[in-house]
């Protein structure tokens, strides 16, 4: 959804061409878009309905809102109004030679200008989508791409779809024209990647709009297919179904792009899962309005217990909305996994506390640290807090910035090694680079070793021992010596540092920790956390026990609540 500055001005405008909405109600306004042919100018009425209407029959269009400096004129109730180029092709692409067709679309049915408008139909949306008769997902006009294609080879491209699904069930289908040599299969398969490459798949808006209604349509320029077929050759290649079919799938196309396009929807409509995971699994999609990170998926969250965010808010500063939803969700998990995963990545939001998620991650690829799914995969095998529940409240006085927990210090680290970078060129051994690493780690800990470390740690557990557990995770009934492929060596180490602290306990932390920053164990998280001492203005540490996060740790030998003491402190997050 597009954010735009409110104006007196512009809500008077808009009230006089479209209908007004009973505030508070069920109503969402409509489009009917008259029949007419080729490039005649495309005329609409809006008009008012009620969801709860048992005889509302309408359309949906899914669509990307496209370059805001070019645009095109419709009339709406007889007044011009400007739309998006990318707009105008998709309506006059859906616009029908005989019959008036009936649709929903966000930029023309909702009052852009007018924030708690906006706010009352976002949380129809899910509504909105579930009661269309079908959703039309519009990916532009294929003659416009750069380089531009060929109706022919998009018709191939849905051909090859549709082929692959029906092979499964039919083994008599016949291969079709479109798809005879290999010269035109070679360039469906690349039409079909180049489909997945486009911007519609990356909205953050889509996927709630591609999971929630009974039917839909993928849409591209004059070309169109069921997306039932999508769905279908996605559930194919995930699954690795025989196909029998007289030519090599292999030979044209590698379908890791489209497999890549279909993954998130996929997953969000055939598996349940926490909303911490699925608000995590679109974090990277983009979004003109920061707020739409968390509110583009709330039309799938619906049976979720939200306290802070039960409605949507556009009027609220990304950064509220953000510590509410953060705090939220470690409300709904009971715990503290939502703290899981931070490497030391600084999203782009303002103001924000080092606890709270940042769901704008940064734009720099060369930034993004964060090793959320890793570390959650992880996250329950461990107890480090022994299993003592969560004590955790806000501090008073009207600062929803400041957490209150209960835990345990465990110890202040000592020596920082350098973290595993988690970029390599392609033709690298990401392998052989995280085993040079884990060498190089190696050579420090024996180093470190020669210096004044209390002993009592070194004694329980010796130097290699404890360099190999640490490595290895040490995850309960799992024996990692008899896995054969160096993948979960990757995971354990990529974007870690290796940490010795003072007293010798070894561990991984975020590639941002520093020595001098401190181990706690925070009951309600199964994990350990290094934790920073916050700062004066001036750079000085301040004495009390006000913290920052600096992100989650492994730490040989407390993982199982082996380090819980008695000596229990309440500290300060901000």
């Not at 104006?7 to 008077?12: F, L, M």
């Not at 009425?45 to 359309?59: A, G, M, R, W």
């Not at 082996?562 to 229990?568: H, I």
Request: one cysteine or more; hydrophobic letters at 40%; aromatic letters at 10%.
């Amino acid at each position: 959804m597009l954010a735009l500055t409110p104006t007196s001005a512009q809500n008077q405008a808009f009230l006089s061409r479209w209908p007004k909405l009973t505030p508070h109600s069920r109503q969402i306004r409509l489009l009917d878009i008259y029949p007419a042919t080729g490039n005649d100018v495309i005329e609409c009425k809006c008009h008012v309905e009620n969801l709860d209407d048992s005889n509302l029959e309408y359309e949906a269009l899914s669509y990307v809102w496209g370059n805001e400096t070019t645009k095109k004129m419709i009339k709406i109730n007889g007044f011009d109004e400007m739309i998006t180029d990318n707009l105008h092709d998709g309506l006059l692409q859906l616009r029908h030679q005989t019959n008036t067709l009936t649709i929903w679309v966000d930029a023309l049915c909702i009052n852009q200008q007018d924030g708690l408008e906006k706010t009352h139909q976002v949380d129809l949306m899910s509504k909105i989508y579930q009661r269309c008769k079908k959703c039309n997902f519009w990916l532009g006009n294929f003659a416009k791409y750069q380089p531009p294609l060929a109706a022919a080879d998009v018709q191939a491209s849905f051909d090859m779809v549709e082929f692959i699904c029906r092979v499964t069930e039919d083994v008599k289908t016949k291969v079709p024209q479109s798809l005879e040599t290999m010269e035109s299969r070679r360039v469906a398969a690349k039409t079909l990647n180049v489909l997945c490459t486009l911007s519609w798949w990356e909205r953050i808006w889509v996927v709630q709009e591609a999971v929630l209604p009974s039917c839909s349509r993928l849409i591209w320029g004059s070309i169109s297919i069921g997306w039932e077929w999508m769905e279908l050759i996605s559930d194919i290649l995930v699954q690795g179904k025989h196909l029998n079919i007289p030519f090599k799938l292999s030979e044209f196309w590698d379908p890791t792009l489209f497999r890549m396009g279909m993954s998130t929807i996929r997953i969000l409509r055939r598996i349940p899962e926490p909303a911490l995971d699925r608000l995590w699994r679109v974090r990277h999609r983009k979004a003109t309005n920061p707020l739409d990170k968390v509110y583009g998926l709330m039309g799938l969250l619906r049976h979720v217990p939200f306290s802070r965010m039960s409605s949507c808010d556009y009027t609220l500063n990304p950064s509220i909305l953000f510590k509410r939803a953060t705090l939220d969700l470690i409300d709904l998990e009971k715990g503290l996994r939502p703290l899981v995963g931070r490497r030391g990545e600084r999203g782009r939001t303002r103001d924000l506390p080092t606890w709270a998620i940042d769901w704008v991650p940064p734009e720099d690829e060369s930034e993004k640290f964060n090793r959320y799914w890793c570390h959650s995969w992880v996250y329950p095998y461990f107890q480090a807090d022994m299993g003592f529940p969560m004590r955790m409240f806000v501090s008073e006085g009207g600062s929803d910035s400041i957490l209150n927990f209960t835990g345990v210090f465990i110890d202040t680290v000592k020596i920082v090694g350098r973290p595993t970078d988690d970029r390599y060129p392609l033709e690298c051994d990401a392998n052989r680079v995280v085993q040079e690493q884990i060498a190089t780690w190696r050579g420090l800990l024996k180093c470190a070793v020669l210096e004044p470390l209390h002993s009592s740690v070194w004694t329980r557990y010796p130097l290699e021992e404890s360099f190999e557990g640490l490595i290895n995770g040490k995850f309960p009934a799992v024996d990692v010596s008899q896995i054969p492929e160096n993948g979960w060596k990757k995971d354990m180490c990529i974007g870690q540092t290796l940490l010795i602290t003072e007293m010798g306990y070894l561990g991984l932390g975020p590639r941002t920790l520093r020595s001098g920053d401190e181990i706690w164990i925070l009951f309600g998280g199964r994990i350990p956390f290094a934790l920073r001492r916050r700062e004066t203005s001036d750079g000085n540490l301040i004495i009390c026990n006000d913290f920052e996060l600096v992100g989650d740790a492994f730490v040989y030998g407390i993982m199982q609540g082996n380090a819980v003491s008695e000596d229990q402190r309440t500290i300060r997050l901000h």
